[in-house]
């Protein structure tokens, strides 16, 4: 019986020193290994990613309703869209620009991390007026771009656009989407 009881003891040091080792060989491991999913895995510099028209936008002015300027769109409705943003574009069309389309109206922020292109960041609310505007803002920049009103819509266009337009708080928006 004793040295039955020595080998179950043996046989349950050589399993724990087993699994320890294994243990450490994980830890090493998943320590070591590249994460996809942190910045590492993303690009360092601008791509040449191309503007696809999804629809139009008109800026109008908030009295005379007169049709201040109308740009080409993408679209960005969903999660994944709304992360990306315009981040890596070397450019954006003169006339083009990207509206955000949020589940919620509510205090927005964006930033400028990994955006390459100067750009006036519009924040308009469920009714269509803007109630924010960020002209210039500074690319590659972390700090955050907040709406001072709730806002269930954002517009980015080159920056300098909406003076160039004489876009301000209190003008509307309208667009339509392509099908």
Known sequence: MNSSFQRKKSNRKMYLITLLIVMAGLVIYFSLKPDIRTEKSLPTEALDITFTKQGELMFIHRTTSDTLAVIDIEVAADNQK??????????????????????????????????????DMIFVNSDKV??????????????????MKPALYVVEVNAGFCARHGISEGDNIDFVLSK
Do not use: C
Not at 135 to 145: D, F
């Open 82 to 119: 709304r992360a990306r943003g315009l981040m890596y574009r070397k450019s954006l069309p003169k006339m083009g620009g990207m509206l955000f389309i949020h589940d919620v109206e509510q205090i927005q922020s964006f930033w400028m991390k990994n955006t390459y292109i100067p750009l």
């Open 130 to 147: 803007i109630v924010t505007i960020h002209p210039n803002t500074t690319p590659m920049k972390e700090w955050s771009y907040a709406s």
